[in-house]
C-alpha cells in the first residue's frame, strides 16, 4: 500500500461566531473590553482518515456539516484547532464561483494573479497560460475584464486556473453545477485522467448522483463527525434511506 | 516526495505574487480616467498650490521659498498617509483572495506599501524635473532621503500591520483613521518649520521636546527638507540622536505589528 496522500487525524476545528452586526454605542464601549459576544460552534470535531493517490472522495451532509471547512482545511487556507492534517505535495482547487477574480482586470491579468497567489512561479503559470485560455475555452474573452463574463465563463476560467498547475490534491466544492453540460463533461474527464496520473480527488456537492458518478468513496458527515466512511454506493444509501425517515417523521 | 511548505512564510518566491498585486493596484486605481498616471503627482501639486497661497500668502508664513520647502514634505506624507489609508483595509478589500489561497498573509500589506511607494517615486521625479529647472544643485546630502525613507517604510509598515489586523475586528478603524492622519498632518514640521517650534515662547521646552521625541515622523520630516534643500546643514542639535529615536520607535512598531500579525493572520478567513 503506497503511502497516504491526505492524512487526518483526530481534526478538529472551532469557530466564534459574531451575533452582534450593528453594535450600539452603548455596546462599543463595552466591546472594547470584551469584543464581540460570541458563541463557540464546533465546525468539525475528532475527524480522521486518510486518502491514498488516484481515490476520489465525495463529501456529503446536510448544510453546516462542515463539509466546505474540511476541504479548506486541506487546502491549507484554515488552520485546524485540534488534530494534525498531513498533505503531500500541493493542494489546489476551486471553492466559490469566480471568487478572487478582479472583475476590473482582463481575464489574462486574473491568470498571472491567481496563479502567482497559488505560489507558483512566474515561468510555471506562462508555461500553463496557453492550456488555461484553451481549456477555458475564452480565447477571444481573454483581454476583456472579467466583470463582463457570465457565471459560467467566469467558472471555465477558474476550474481551467486551478487544474492547470496539476496539483496532488484537486479540490472542487459545488461549483461545476453552474457549468452546461459540455463542460461539464469535459470537467470531469480532465478530473478522471488527472486522477489517473496520480492526484486525490476531494469533491462537495448536494448533487448525490455526481457524487454517486465520479467518485469511489464518499464520506458522510453530520454535525462535525464523521457519520460513514466507505463505499460511495453505502454512503449515499445510508445518508438517503435517513433523510427519507427525517421526512416522514418530521 | 515533498511534504507542502507550512503555509504561511514568507520567502523570496513570493515577489513575483507582490509584483502582480501592485501591478493590479496600479492598474485599477486609474482605469478609467483619462489622465491615469499623472493624478499621482497632480494631486500633490494642487494640494501644495493650495497651501502656499493659504499660509504664505494669506497667513502670511515668513518661510522662504514656501512652496519647495512644503513640497519636500508633501510627498513623504502622502506616502505615509496613503498607505496607512489603503493599508489599513488591505485584508477586508482581499478577502475574497485570502479565503482562496493559502498564500502568506503577508503579501498584502507589502504590496500595498509598495503600490504607494510607486507613486511617492512618480512625485520624486516631478521634484526632481522642478530641481533641474530652478535650479537647485544637487549634493551628496540629498541622498540621505533614502535612509530616511527606510525609517519611514518600516514605521508605516509596522501600523499598517497592526490597523489591518485590528480593522478586521474593528471597522471603525478606517473613518477614526481619516481624521487622525489630517491631525498628524497639521502634528508634523510640514506647514512650518521646525524652527518656528524651537522658537515659539508659548511652548514650554517640555512640549518641544515631547514634539520631537514622541513623534516618529517629526525627525524625518527635518531630515527630507534638510537633505534636499539645506545641504544637511540640519537645524537641530541632537538630530541624529532624534533621528535614532525615530528609528527605534519605528522598528519597536514593526516588530509588535510582525508579533500581531503572526498571531491573528490565520483567522481571516474565518472572519465574516
Redesign the interface.
Known amino acids: 500500500m503506497s ?1 497516504a496522500v491526505v492524512e487526518v487525524r483526530n481534526l478538529a476545528k472551532k ?2 461566531v ?1 451575533h452582534e452586526r450593528m453594535p450600539s454605542i452603548k455596546r ?1 464601549v463595552v466591546r472594547v473590553f470584551r ?2 459576544p460570541t458563541e463557540v460552534l464546533w465546525a468539525l470535531r475528532d475527524v480522521s482518515f486518510s486518502a491514498g493517490s488516484g481515490e476520489s472522495v465525495g463529501i456529503i451532509g446536510s448544510n453546516g456539516s462542515g463539509k466546505s471547512t474540511l476541504l ?1 482545511l486541506i ?5 485546524p484547532t485540534d488534530g494534525e492534517i ?6 489546489g482547487g476551486l ?2 464561483l469566480a ?2 477574480f ?1 472583475p ?2 482582463s481575464g489574462a ?1 486574473n491568470i ?3 496563479g ?4 507558483y ?2 515561468r510555471q503559470v506562462e508555461d500553463r497560460y496557453q492550456d488555461i485560455v484553451a481549456f477555458s475555452e475564452l480565447a477571444d474573452f481573454i483581454d476583456v475584464p472579467v466583470k463582463t463574463y457570465s457565471s459560467g465563463m467566469s467558472l471555465r476560467l477558474g476550474f481551467a486556473t486551478a487544474i492547470a498547475f496539476e496539483p496532488q490534491v484537486l479540490l472542487v466544492d459545488e461549483v461545476l453545477a453552474v457549468a452546461d453540460e459540455h463542460f461539464q463533461r469535459k470537467a470531469y474527464g480532465h478530473l478522471a485522467r488527472l486522477r489517473e496520473k496520480g492526484s486525490t480527488l476531494f469533491m462537495v456537492s448536494h448533487e448525490l448522483a455526481s457524487i454517486e458518478r465520479h467518485c469511489t468513496r464518499a464520506i458522510w458527515l453530520e454535525k462535525g463527525k464523521i457519520r460513514a466512511d466507505g463505499p460511495t454506493e453505502e454512503v449515499v444509501g445510508a445518508y438517503l434511506a435517513e433523510q427519507g425517515n427525517g421526512n416522514a417523521t418530521g | 516526495m515533498s511534504t507542502t511548505a507550512k503555509p504561511g512564510a514568507l520567502s523570496p518566491a513570493w515577489r513575483w505574487a507582490i509584483t502582480q498585486l501592485v501591478r493590479r493596484d496600479l492598474k485599477v486605481r486609474y482605469k478609467n480616467s483619462a489622465l491615469g498616471f499623472c493624478w499621482s503627482f497632480l494631486n500633490p501639486l494642487m494640494q501644495i498650490a493650495v497651501m502656499t497661497i493659504v499660509f504664505r500668502y494669506i497667513m502670511g508664513s515668513r518661510i522662504q521659498n514656501f512652496s519647495m520647502e512644503l513640497f519636500t514634505c508633501f510627498l513623504p506624507w502622502m506616502f505615509f498617509s496613503q498607505a496607512l489609508n489603503d493599508g489599513a483595509v488591505c485584508v477586508s478589500k482581499d478577502f475574497l483572495l485570502v479565503k482562496k489561497y493559502p498564500f502568506p498573509r503577508m503579501i498584502l500589506p507589502i504590496s500595498s506599501l509598495c503600490s504607494n511607494f510607486v507613486h511617492l517615486c512618480f512625485g520624486f521625479a516631478v521634484l526632481f524635473i522642478i530641481f533641474i529647472l530652478l535650479p537647485v544643485h544637487f549634493n551628496v546630502y540629498m541622498l540621505w532621503v533614502i535612509p530616511f525613507l527606510i525609517i519611514q517604510a518600516a514605521l508605516t509598515l509596522g501600523l499598517v500591520l497592526l490597523l489591518s489586523t485590528l480593522h478586521m475586528y474593528y471597522e471603525d478603524i478606517r473613518f477614526l483613521l481619516g481624521s487622525l492622519t489630517q491631525l498628524l498632518f497639521f502634528l508634523c514640521p510640514i506647514v512650518y518649520t521646525i524652527d518656528q517650534v524651537l522658537e515659539s515662547d508659548r511652548l514650554a521646552p517640555i512640549w518641544k521636546e515631547l514634539y520631537i521625541v514622541g513623534n516618529p515622523l517629526t525627525p524625518l520630516f527635518i531630515g527630507y527638507r534638510t537633505a534636499l534643500l539645506h545641504g544637511g546643514e540640519w537645524p537641530v542639535p541632537d538630530f541624529w540622536l532624534y533621528t535614532g529615536i525615530s528609528a527605534v520607535w519605528s522598528a519597536i512598531i514593526l516588530a509588535l505589528g510582525v508579533l500581531v500579525w503572526r498571531r491573528y493572520q490565520w483567522q481571516f478567513p474565518e472572519m465574516v
Do not use: K, N
Not at chain 1, 75 to 79: K, N, W, Y
Not at chain 1, 116 to 119: F, N, Q, R, S, T
Open positions: 503511502q469557530y466564534h459574531r462599543a469584543p464581540y479548506r487546502a491549507g487556507i484554515l488552520v498531513t498533505v503531500r505535495g500541493a493542494a471553492f466559490e471568487a478572487g478582479h476590473e482586470l491579468d498571472l494573479l491567481s502567482a497567489l497559488m505560489g512561479s512566474r
